[in-house]
């Protein structure tokens, strides 16, 4: 069995029509919801791209990987889902973005060449790479963020785009009344379509590399393969190619989930992000009147290219061999809580698509149904191992296998889900002067009640989504619920116990250690030799061989 592994970026949970939206329409996505589960209460581990990313990557939590802010380099020697799938025999390949960067202090340090397959791997989180592309090419007086060759800029090139930088010039940018630029980075730019020709754009771009990937894995027999399609939209810029650019218009943008009450007294750290630049913007109507029909124009192609994939799976006859996972590395507020992109845990933000169709007939009883177990990003690792064949290591994934829950199976299941955010780079860190180390905050939900634990001395926030699915009225603001509080911190103080980094022996191997120095002749703490079997003595007992002690 092949793994199909889909990720869009900063895609929203509630942004499909399975799951309840009342206007985006997203038969593709629906179409794999109809087939396999859809897990409703999926979170990732932190909010931000970098960090989430790499927990999907390595199973493990921020904390454990170390790796919490992007461009924070994930250090040499971290085991990836390529690593685990590999040792079960399948191949782990990357299409798109990973948001990965590499530790290049430890590569050398270690003396790993970049061009060696192990360094390589190294440098690209694990995967072999079909063809990677971050997605964010954006240039300045400094030259450009992301200063690798984009092979997306390149094909645009090839086609005949008349630009250094064709990914700013004409895929994310219109066109003015005077025939000027119109960049999307600028907000007031989201309704009009961007300037390339719609095959051309992003989406289709990947989704044919990933048929290209496909058809030669088939006509080589390669497999069975992993592949990781990781398309960049729709994170912003909000901008997207006709017809996409004006199929959604303010009719169809909801009002924004907010009110008063979440601003008088807020908890700091909140206080601070809704203060922010971003926030401000999409605080404003005719902000969010124009950037969320483009939002919703940009995941209108996904879900259309993604039936593309559906179509050549069912054509070429690999639909039967092939699981297909869907989800996001994280949500986008949108202005809802009066917030803008995503860095903190209500569900807008910290709760993730996660639909997963798995061909096997053990998942027969599930199909086209909903669970709402607590599910974490991190447990994709262990679920695709599983699936492979393999064994799981349970002493390096901290995520628990889907499998069971697939099979319509109802195991022991966590009790909480986590997700950690570290803001030590931004903005809000420097006002509220704190210094990087408390700058952290982690997230506890037990799918009822959710609590943020902020360090640097500042009270939690807590929600109650029983009585307020919302998220609107922060609990913490008096002081009736000591009694979840004491829950909560038991459930974080739980979690903050875990081994995380006892990683290279696993208990199968601690278990096979006990006694074994005692075969080998390591007897330490005798009294008289009767504590143990003659046969462990035997290497120490009888006539001495030469005497040279005197009487």
Partial sequence: MNILFIMYDQLRFDYLSCAGHPHLKTPNFDRVAAKGVRFTNAYVQSTICGASRMSFYTGRYVSSHGAAWNGFPLRVGEQTLGDHLRRAGMECWLLGKTHMKADAEGMARLGLSPDSEIGARQSEC?????????????????????????????????????????????????????????????????????????????????????????????????????????????????IVPAPYHNMFNESHVPSPVRDDCERDDPQPVYGAYMENKIAKAFQRDDVRNKVIPAYMGLIKQCDDQLGVLLDHLEETGQMKDTMIVLTSDHGDYLGDHWLGEKDLFHDQSVKVPMIIFDPRSSADATRGTTIDALVEAIDLVPTFVEAAGGKVAKNIL???????????????????????????????????????????LFMVFDGRYKMMHAMGGFRPMLFDLQTDPDELHDLAKDDAHDVIFDQMYAHLAHWGRRNAQRVTKSDEDIVNMRGKSLRKGILPFLIDGTEVPDELLVSYSGPAPQRYTKD
């Avoid at 072999?128 to 971050?134: G, S």
């Avoid at 697939?406 to 986590?418: H, S």
């Avoid at 955010?421 to 952290?440: A, H, I, M, V, W």
């Fill in 398 to 440: 901290e995520g628990r296998s889907l499998v069971p829950l697939l099979n319509g199976e109802t195991p022991d299941w966590r009790e909480v889900a986590i997700s950690e955010f570290d803001y030590s780079p931004t903005p809000q860190g420097l006002k509220l002067g704190l210094e990087p180390n408390d700058c952290r």
């Fill in 126 to 238: 694990g995967f072999d790479t079909w063809i990677r592309d971050d997605g964010l090419w954006g240039s300045g007086p400094d030259g450009f963020y992301d200063e690798k060759r984009s092979p997306y800029n390149e094909f645009l090139k090839s086609k005949g785009y008349p630009s250094d930088n064709p990914w700013a010039d004409f895929a994310n940018a219109g066109v003015d009344d005077e025939g000027n630029k119109a960049t999307g980075w600028m907000y007031n730019n989201a309704d009009k379509p961007a300037n390339i020709r719609e095959e051309d754009s992003e989406t289709p771009w990947l989704t044919r590399q990933t048929i290209d990937f496909m058809n030669q894995a088939k006509a080589m027999g390669k497999g069975p393969w992993c592949a990781h399609v990781s398309f960049i939209k729709p994170h912003w810029p909000y």
